[in-house]
C-alpha cells in the first residue's frame, strides 16, 4: 500500500465523517446533540487540512472553532429554552425538495467537471521547505496585507454593530456606580435621630405571626 | 513587498477609515446635546474624502499591494459619486434619526465603514479583495438595517438580509472556489489571462454561475430579488436610501471588475470568447426577468417604499442590459445608468424622508395625496424624480436607459432592446400614479403631511431633483468621462 493510497483513504474517511457530522447538525432533534456533531465535523475538517498540509490552519481550527467558540456554544444552548417542534416545523415537507434539489446539483457538477479532475491535484505542497507557520506569517504581513487589514476592519465593524444592537439604557435601570459607592460618607446613609425615650408597656401582649403564603415553606 | 507607494494609492480608503474611527471615539465622549457635530463632521469627512480621491488620481491605472488594488478611471468615477451620494444621504437622513432617536453616533459611523467597502469593492483587484470589501459592507449594512431596535418591521427586515446575504456571500465564496481551482489564481488580471488555457472549462462555468448567482443577489436582479422589498420597506427609511442608491454603485463595479475584468470582455485578446458569450447569456437572461418582474409587481403595489424596492429590481435590468453588450461602450453606458439611478433613488427617498416626522413614515402612496395643495414645490421635486425613474425626455433617467438600449442595440441583441422599451412603457404606469395622486387627488382627512423644515434638507434636495433636470440637459460631458474611463 502507497502512502498516496493511504492519504486518498484519510481523505475519504475524514471527508465522509465530516458530511454526516454536518448532516446530523441539521437533523438531529436535540440541540445539544446538534452542536456535539458541529464539533465533530469541525474537527474530521481540520483533519482534512492536516492532509492537505495546513498544519497550522487545522490546529487554528481545533483551538479556535472547537475550544472556544462551540464551547460556547454549548453553553448558549443549553442555556436556551428552545422548543424542539416549533424549530422543526415544516422541516420534513420541504426536506424532499431540499434533497432533489441537492441531488441534482451533485450530479451535475460531478458529471460536468468530472471525479478525475479531483484527483489530478495533488493538496497543495508546502512550499520551498518552509514551515507552514512562517510561510503563513510571511505571507499575511506581504502578499496579503491588504486582505489583512480589511478582515480588522470588518471585525472592528463587528464590535461596533454587536454594541449599537444590545446595549440599550433603559430608564429605571439599577446599577452601580462605583465612583458614587466609594466617595459615600457614613452621614449620607445613616440619620441618627433624637426621640423621646419610649415607656414600656405594661400588659400588652407580644404580637403573634400568622403563617402567611409567603412565608410558609 | 507593499511600500510607500501603495500607501499613497489607497490614500483615500485609509483616511476614512481613520476617520470613522476618531468619529466613532468622538460620539462616546460628547454628551447627547452634542451629538449634532457628528452630522457635519460626518458630511465633511465625506467631502474630503471625495476630494482626496480626485486630487490623488494617477494619470494611468495603477495597482498596489501586488494587484489587490486597482486604481483607474472607472474607480475614480465610481467612488466620487458614491462619496457624493454617501453624503447627500447624511443631509437627508439627519431629521429622520433625531425624530426616531436613532443612535446618531452609530448611523454615521456605521455608514462611514459601509462606503470604505464600498470604495474597496470599487478598486478590487483579486477575489480576496472583492470578497472582503463585499463582506465590509454588507456586514455594516445588516447592522444598519437592524438598528431602530424598537421595530419588529426593522429586526424582521434585517434579519431576512442577513440571511440571503449569507447565502449569496457563500454563493459568490463557492464560485470564486471553483474559479481559483481552474485558473491557480485570485488575481483578476492573471485570471483573465488564463481562463482561455484552463484545463477545465466546465469548473471554470460552474465558477461562474455561481459568482453571478452572488452578482444578482448583491444587484437585487430576478430571480434573486426576495429580499429587496421586505429590506426596503422594513429598513429605516434612513438606511433604505443608503441600501437603494450608493450601493448600486458598488454592486455595478463588483459585476464589472469579476466579469469583465476577470472573465473578459468581448475583443479583448487574452480572454475566453466561450467564456464572455457565456456570461453574456446568463446576465442577458438575468435582465429580462428583472425588468419583467420588478415592473409587473411594481404595479400593484401601495406601499412607496416597496414600490420603489421593485423599480431598483426593474432598474437593475436595465444596468445589466448595458453590462451584456460586454465592451467597453456598454460598460460606460451601464455605468452612467448606475450613477444616473443613484442620484434619482437618493432624491426619492430623501422625499420619503423629508415628508416623514416623529411617528408617522410617509410611506404609503395614498400619504402624498394631494400634496401638490399643501407643498406645490415638494410635488414638484417629487415630479422630477418620478419622471426621471420613468425615463420621460429630457430628464436624467431617460438618457441613460436610451444609451443603455443603444448598447444593446450595437451589441446584436435587437430583442433585448424591445424588452427594455416595453418594460419602460409599463414602468411610465406606477410612476404616473404617484404623480397623479399628488396633483389631481383629495387628500385625506388628518393626515397633514408637511415637509421638515430643516433648511439644510430643503436646499440639498432641490438641488439634487433639480440637477436631474439640469443633467439631462447637460449629460454629455459626464457619460464623455464615463467613456473615458473605460478606453
Redesign the interface.
Known amino acids: 500500500m502507497n502512502t498516496d493510497l493511504l492519504q486518498l483513504l484519510c481523505f475519504y474517511l475524514f471527508g465522509g465523517v465530516a458530511v454526516i457530522g454536518a448532516l446530523m447538525v441539521i437533523t438531529l432533534r436535540n440541540s445539544v446533540h446538534a452542536v456535539l456533531s458541529l464539533v465533530l465535523t469541525f474537527f474530521s475538517m481540520a483533519c482534512v487540512w492536516l492532509l492537505a498540509e495546513a498544519e497550522f490552519l487545522a490546529i487554528a481550527l481545533v483551538v479556535v472553532y472547537v475550544g472556544a467558540v462551540m464551547v460556547l456554544f454549548l453553553f448558549v444552548v443549553m442555556m436556551l429554552d428552545i422548543k424542539q417542534e416549533v424549530v422543526r416545523e415544516g422541516f420534513i415537507r420541504y426536506l424532499p425538495v431540499g434533497v432533489v434539489v441537492a441531488v441534482v446539483m451533485l450530479v451535475e457538477?460531478l458529471a460536468?467537471?468530472?471525479v478525475r479532475?479531483m484527483h489530478?491535484h495533488t493538496l497543495g505542497a508546502n512550499p520551498a521547505g518552509a514551515s507552514n507557520v512562517a510561510w503563513l506569517g510571511k505571507a499575511l504581513y506581504?502578499?496579503?496585507?491588504?486582505?489583512f487589514e480589511?478582515?480588522a476592519?470588518?471585525l472592528?465593524?463587528?464590535i461596533?454593530?454587536a454594541?449599537?444592537?444590545t446595549l440599550?439604557q433603559r430608564a429605571g435601570v439599577r446599577h452601580q456606580t462605583a465612583s458614587q459607592q466609594v466617595a459615600v460618607r457614613a452621614t449620607d446613609r445613616v440619620r441618627v435621630v433624637k426621640m423621646a425615650v419610649e415607656q414600656p408597656a405594661s400588659v400588652l401582649p407580644a404580637p403573634v405571626v400568622e403563617p402567611t403564603q409567603e412565608n410558609a415553606p | 513587498?507593499?511600500n510607500v507607494n501603495d500607501i499613497l494609492i489607497?490614500l483615500p480608503e485609509i483616511y476614512l477609515?481613520v476617520a470613522a474611527?476618531v468619529l466613532?471615539l468622538l460620539d462616546a465622549f460628547l454628551k447627547p446635546a452634542q451629538k449634532g457635530v457628528i452630522h457635519w463632521l460626518g458630511i465633511i469627512v465625506l467631502l474630503v474624502a471625495a476630494w482626496l480621491v480626485i486630487d490623488g488620481q494617477p494619470p494611468q491605472s495603477v495597482t498596489?499591494?501586488?494587484g489587490?488594488?486597482i486604481r483607474d478611471g472607472v474607480a475614480e468615477i465610481l467612488k466620487v459619486f458614491s462619496l457624493l451620494v454617501t453624503a447627500l444621504i447624511f443631509v437627508y437622513a439627519r431629521p429622520y434619526l433625531r425624530d426616531r432617536a436613532i443612535?446618531f453616533g452609530?448611523f454615521y459611523?456605521?455608514t462611514i465603514?459601509a462606503t470604505?467597502g464600498i470604495l474597496?469593492l470599487i478598486s478590487a483587484g483579486?477575489l480576496?479583495?472583492v470578497y472582503?470589501?463585499l463582506?465590509?459592507l454588507t456586514?455594516?449594512s445588516?447592522?444598519l438595517v437592524?438598528?431602530n431596535?424598537d421595530s419588529p418591521l426593522s429586526s424582521e427586515a434585517a434579519i431576512k438580509y442577513f440571511v440571503l446575504g449569507a447565502l449569496a456571500s457563500g454563493s459568490l465564496l463557492y464560485g470564486m472556489s471553483m474559479v481559483y481551482g481552474a485558473t491557480h489564481s485570485l488575481d483578476l488580471a492573471t485570471i483573465h489571462a488564463a481562463v482561455g488555457s484552463t484545463?477545465?472549462p466546465?469548473?471554470l462555468?460552474?465558477g461562474l454561475i455561481f459568482m453571478i448567482v452572488g452578482i444578482g443577489f448583491k444587484l437585487g436582479a430576478a430571480p434573486f430579488h426576495m429580499w429587496i422589498p421586505d429590506v426596503y420597506q422594513g429598513a429605516p427609511t434612513s438606511v433604505t436610501i443608503f441600501i437603494g442608491s450608493a450601493q448600486k454603485l458598488a454592486a455595478f463595479a463588483m459585476a464589472y471588475r469579476l466579469l469583465a475584468t476577470g472573465m473578459g470582455s468581448v475583443g479583448v485578446a487574452g480572454g475566453s470568447e466561450v467564456l464572455v458569450h457565456q456570461w453574456q447569456l446568463m446576465i442577458a437572461v438575468l435582465a429580462v426577468l428583472s425588468l419583467a418582474i420588478g415592473n409587473l409587481v411594481a404595479i400593484v403595489q401601495t406601499n412607496l417604499k416597496r414600490l420603489l424596492a421593485y423599480s431598483t429590481i426593474s432598474h437593475m435590468g436595465y444596468l445589466l442590459i448595458g453590462l451584456v453588450n460586454a465592451t467597453p461602450e456598454g460598460y460606460s453606458a451601464a455605468m452612467f445608468y448606475a450613477i444616473s439611478y443613484a442620484l434619482t433613488s437618493a432624491a426619492a427617498f430623501g422625499i420619503i424622508l423629508a415628508l416623514a416626522r416623529a411617528g408617522f413614515e410617509c410611506e404609503e402612496i395614498d400619504d402624498l395625496k394631494g400634496l401638490n395643495q399643501r407643498s406645490p414645490w415638494f410635488a414638484f421635486l417629487m415630479l422630477l424624480v418620478m419622471f426621471s425613474l420613468a425615463g420621460v425626455p429630457p430628464l436624467f433617467g431617460f438618457y441613460g436607459k436610451l444609451l443603455v438600449l443603444e448598447s444593446a442595440i450595437n451589441a446584436g441583441m435587437l430583442w433585448l432592446a424591445i424588452v427594455g422599451a416595453v418594460a419602460a412603457i409599463i414602468g411610465l404606469y406606477y410612476y404616473l400614479r404617484v404623480v397623479k395622486v399628488m396633483y389631481f387627488d383629495k387628500p385625506t382627512e388628518g393626515t397633514d403631511v408637511r415637509p421638515q423644515s430643516d433648511l439644510s434638507v430643503r436646499w440639498v434636495l432641490s438641488l439634487n431633483a433639480l440637477a436631474l433636470l439640469v443633467l439631462g440637459f447637460t449629460w454629455g460631458p459626464l457619460f464623455a468621462w464615463c467613456q473615458k474611463a473605460f478606453v
Open positions: 457538477m460536468m467537471i468530472g479532475a489530478a506581504t502578499q496579503f496585507l491588504l486582505p480589511i478582515a476592519l470588518i472592528t465593524v463587528g461596533v454593530a454594541v449599537a444592537l440599550r | 513587498m507593499p489607497l477609515v474611527c466613532l498596489a499591494f501586488g489587490m488594488f443612535p452609530e459611523t456605521l465603514f470604505v474597496f483579486s480576496v479583495t472582503l470589501g463582506e465590509l456586514l455594516s445588516y447592522a437592524a438598528l431596535r484545463e477545465w466546465q469548473l462555468t460552474f
